[in-house]
Nanobody
């Protein structure tokens, strides 16, 4: 399986920006859809964004469209999430995941996929 390690989280004021990174190691990185999920306190984990192996196709949750940008550098085995115009409701633990699938209109992590341990993003209002 792929091992994933997130970084780049922190505390930022509303309207600010953060860039998350996810370093991958282990199994071949570039052929699988990678993505980001997040989980706020008391809420279920939710899909944020995904990028296909080439990075040419990206998909976003409606709540982050126009503010977040996902990208991947297969040569560096790294996935990124640029977050701009952050809002208090973006506060959550952000998780990197591999081997995403779109099933019944929802992006999920397949049984062969992996999760990182997460990085905390806190947006103060």
């Amino acid at each position: 399986q792929v091992q994933l390690v997130e970084s780049g989280g922190g505390l930022v004021q509303a309207g600010g920006s953060l860039r998350l990174s996810c370093a991958a190691s282990g199994r071949t990185f570039s052929t699988y859809p990678m993505g980001w999920f997040r989980q706020a306190p008391g809420k279920e984990r939710e899909f944020v964004a995904t990028a296909t192996w080439s990075g040419g196709n990206t998909y976003y949750a409606d709540s982050v469209k126009g503010r977040f940008t996902i990208s991947r550098d297969n040569a560096k085995h790294t996935l990124y999430l640029q977050m701009n115009s952050l809002k208090a409701e973006d506060t959550a633990v952000y998780y990197c995941a591999s081997d995403l699938r779109r099933i019944a209109g929802r992006w999920v992590v397949s049984d062969s996929g992996s999760w990182g341990r997460g990085t905390q993003v806190t947006v103060s209002s």
